[in-house]
């Protein structure tokens, strides 16, 4: 079995995906990708995934179609992920709506000298019927900011209304070293702000770090 290589809207900075942890996420925002194909199964480890040859010099994204750090995930499927992962000179990107469960794991070897840890912010508002089961955004923040001597991530997507100030605070306040940038690619309909608005805030957030726009973000510059 190979590892799958990244495509798609996926950050241009990473080269691989990898799932150990598949099936419905636990926080079912309503615009998850994964939504698109239909109803998802019950979540699940595939111990198939420990077969894989993840490679060397590689850039991973473990976990990109299921949170692999939800309330729902076992102790034991987050262990036997990292161990995999440990077992390969590659960085990796860790990503989670629940980064409190980050620091179970960051005296690991994997995460601490091999991985970025990432949370998304999509704003600063709390849209209930949009990000539904997820940890409120000042929630995650406040975790990421505990979160000390490893490189971290934010990721705005997909980007959602917001207000300025209070959106700038929680971005500074996890202290990232890259805040990466994407819009809704699913038509799925949501409060997005203008394109003033978006400039606005790449402008204040460039000040204090490294932003990367991903593509689809080009649509809500226009």
């Given amino acids: ?9 996926m950050y241009d900075f990473v080269t691989h995906t990898w799932n150990t942890v598949k099936g419905k996420c636990y926080h079912d925002c309503s615009y998850c990708y994964m939504k698109r ?5 019950p979540v699940r480890f595939d111990e198939k995934e420990l077969k894989i040859d993840l490679g060397k010099d590689n ?8 949170d692999m750090f939800g309330e729902d995930i076992s102790e034991e499927w987050i262990i036997k992920t990292l161990k995999h992962c440990e077992q390969a000179d590659n960085k990796y990107l860790f990503q989670t709506k629940n980064p409190h469960r980050f620091m179970d ?18 704003s600063n508002r709390w849209y209930p019927d949009i990000m539904r089961q997820a940890p409120k955004p000042e929630n995650r923040a406040k975790w990421m900011s505990e979160i000390d001597c490893i490189d971290k991530y934010v990721t705005i997507e997909p980007i959602l209304d917001f207000d300025i100030v209070e959106m700038v605070k929680l971005i500074e306040q996890c202290n990232p070293v890259q805040v990466n940038i994407g819009a809704d690619s699913g038509n799925n309909n949501l409060p997005e702000p203008s394109s003033e608005e978006v400039k606005h805030l790449i402008e204040e957030i460039s000040a204090f770090t490294k932003v990367k726009q991903k593509k689809n973000l080009a649509r809500l510059l226009k």
């Avoid at 960051?106 to 949370?119: A, G, P, Q, R």
Wanted: contains cysteine.
């Fill in 37 to 41: 194909w239909g109803k998802q199964n």
């Fill in 1 to 9: 079995m190979s590892i799958n290589i990244s495509k798609g809207n």
């Fill in 105 to 122: 794991y960051v005296h690991t070897c994997v995460i601490s000298d091999k991985s970025v840890l990432c949370t998304t912010i999509e």
């Fill in 59 to 66: 850039y991973i994204f473990v976990g990109s179609s299921c």
